[in-house]
T-cell receptor
């Protein structure tokens, strides 16, 4: 199956700092999503981004499908950004069923 | 609009007991999924459904059964619980497979 690797595994920031999270995947994909899991365990979809660039407030994401990676940018981080960030993909090929394969996640801690 | 809800939120079972986890969505989504999340890991797909009356195996289906008798509900059953099934279970749904998945709040299951 497809392999998904996220880096760094852990990241500690001071409030106001910027950060970049990376997701590498081993095969072509037709579906890539970024999620934030807050400290209470809730998973929130941040972006659906199989290619290109999107922005939502202080967050933006870029996927370079031909080079098999995606980046999540967090600017002016806040303590509420703390949690685990997951990248999830579905391998391209035939019919899509939305069967996502998740990376291990990046644990982000933002200190005040 | 409640989105995706899961019942129960927390459950303790003894080895060999059975139980059913309920996932309900009010967004008229066709596609529904059950994932499990173990400590320090990303989510793994257990089973999924592409519409009412259909189910299919995901990455880790052993020990689980599912049913989708109504479009809005997706049930996950454990016939004979094992300690290895201690995990947090998440349900998700989406209108189309290549698109944003919406997650429920999770069910924490402890098997003793």
């Amino acid at each position: 199956g497809i392999q998904v690797e996220q880096s760094p595994p852990d990241l500690i920031l001071q409030e106001g700092a910027n950060s970049t999270l990376r997701c590498n995947f081993s095969d072509s994909v037709n579906n890539l999503q970024w999620f934030h899991q807050n400290p209470w365990g809730q998973l929130i979809n941040l972006f659906y981004i199989p290619s290109g660039t999107k922005q939502n407030g202080r967050l933006s994401a870029t996927t370079v499908a031909t080079e098999r990676y995606s980046l999540l940018y967090i600017s002016s981080s806040q303590t509420t950004d703390s949690g685990v960030y997951f990248c999830a993909v579905e391998r391209y090929g035939g019919t899509s069923y939305g069967k996502l394969t998740f990376g291990q996640g990046t644990i982000l801690t933002v200190h005040p | 609009n409640a989105g995706v809800t899961q019942t129960p939120k927390f459950r303790v079972l003894k080895t060999g007991q059975s139980m059913t986890l309920l996932c309900a969505q009010d967004m008229n989504h066709e596609y529904m999924y059950w994932y499990r999340q173990d400590p320090g890991m990303g989510l793994r797909l257990i089973h999924y459904s592409v519409g009412e009356g259909t189910t299919a195996k995901g990455e880790v289906p052993d020990g689980y059964n599912v049913s989708r008798l109504k479009k809005q509900n997706f049930l996950l059953g454990l016939e004979s619980a094992a300690p290895s099934q201690t995990s947090v279970y998440f349900c998700a749904s989406t209108y189309r497979p290549i698109g944003t998945q919406y997650f429920g709040p999770g069910t924490r299951l402890l098997v003793l």
